[in-house]
Each structure stands twice: as C-alpha cells, then as structure tokens.
Nanobody
Framework: QVQLVESGGGLVQAGGSLRLSCAGS????????MGWFRQAPGKEREFVSA????????YYADSVKGRFTISRDNAKNTVYLQMNSLKPEDTAVYYC?????????????????WGQGTQVTVST
C-alpha cells in the first residue's frame, strides 16, 4: 500500500505562484512514476504532469507547459508541483497519484494510489 498526502494549496491571485507537495509513505516510494491531476467542478479529472521513478523524465499537459514544474525527492518520499503564472482556469482540486503497472501516464485509470486532494483557487 502507498499513502499519499497533498499539501500547499490555497487562494492566490492571477499571476501568482504556489508549490504543492505530495508526501508518500508505505510501499517503497521511489519504485514508481508519479503524477498530478486536477479536477474542476463539473469537469472530468485531467492530467497535469508526471515524473518518472528516477525524476529523469517529466511530462506536462500543454495547458501548463512552461508554467508548472514537477520534481521529486525520493530521499524525502515527496513529489512537488511548482506552479507559476497561475491563471483562473487553473482553479481545481489537485491530486497526486502513484502509477500502477500498466497504462498511459496521461490517464487516471493508470494510477493505483491517490491522495485526498488539495484545493487551488486562482482569483482575478
């Protein structure tokens, strides 16, 4: 089992920054890829970013490319999402997740473990 706990969400003005953290515990954290997803009210959960087990490969949705940066510290069992130049359309609940054994990193169904989510609200 893997337990994931997100933190760092909050209310920020457009153009501001936030850094989300996802602390993992349980099964060896560094074994698998990790991802961040988000879900706005009335919308499906969507891919934001992913990182390989080593941190050597990163992936981003087009909507956040150049503004968000994913990273991980396996010694601390933590994954981060640095979010800069935030826009009102970034408002959502953000979830971190741990990859399962198969499937595309871009789809929620490929992730076996999820955190409870953290709210990010970007005001105009």
């Amino acid at each position: 089992q893997v337990q994931l706990v997100e933190s760092g969400g909050g209310l920020v003005q457009a153009g501001g920054s936030l850094r989300l953290s996802c602390a993992g515990s349980g099964r060896t954290f560094s074994d698998g890829g990790m991802g961040w997803f988000r879900q706005a009210p009335g919308k499906e959960r969507e891919f934001v970013s992913a990182i390989s087990w080593s941190g050597g490969s990163t992936y981003y949705a087009d909507s956040v490319k150049g503004r968000f940066t994913i990273s991980r510290d396996n010694a601390k069992n933590t994954v981060y999402l640095q979010m800069n130049s935030l826009k009102p359309e970034d408002t959502a609940v953000y979830y971190c997740a741990r990859r399962g054994n198969s499937g595309s990193r871009y789809y929620p169904s490929s992730y076996a473990y999820w955190g409870q989510g953290t709210q990010v609200t970007v005001s105009t």
